[in-house]
């Protein structure tokens, strides 16, 4: 009922900037919260950086200062601006939304597919 596509994804030098977009689309009640997730080789998901339908955002400690969440409400679409660029930012960037389908009174979480991002130095 919810899809979530994400694009923009890359490979990039160390310092350089990636803007990765996520697009809801489907029939959608609405949007609660859009968040995107990275998981690098070995390592567990992590969380990168929510945003709540009200605007409020968070970031994990690693990222704070060099990337910025953002949405535009009417295209049901979040970005992630990704700058000063770090290997260690290498990871599969997952989109993740909560969303209330039309054909239902609850929330549920939603799965993009993911997009490779690459920081070589």
């Known amino acids: 009922q919810v899809q979530l596509v994400e694009s923009g994804g890359g490979l990039v030098q160390a310092g350089g900037s990636l803007r990765l977009s996520c697009a809801a689309s489907g029939s959608i009640f609405r949007i609660n919260a859009m968040r995107w997730y990275r998981q690098a080789p070995g390592k567990q998901r992590e969380l990168v950086a929510s945003?709540?339908?009200?605007?409020?955002?968070n970031y994990a400690d690693s990222v704070k200062g060099r990337f910025t969440i953002s949405r535009d409400n009417a295209k049901n679409t979040v970005y992630l601006e990704m700058n000063s660029l770090k290997p260690e930012d290498t990871a599969v960037y997952s989109c993740n939304a909560d969303a209330q389908p039309r054909s239902s009174a609850g929330s549920y979480s939603y799965w993009g597919q993911g997009t490779q991002v690459t920081v070589s130095s």
């Open positions: 945003i709540i339908s009200g605007g409020r955002t």
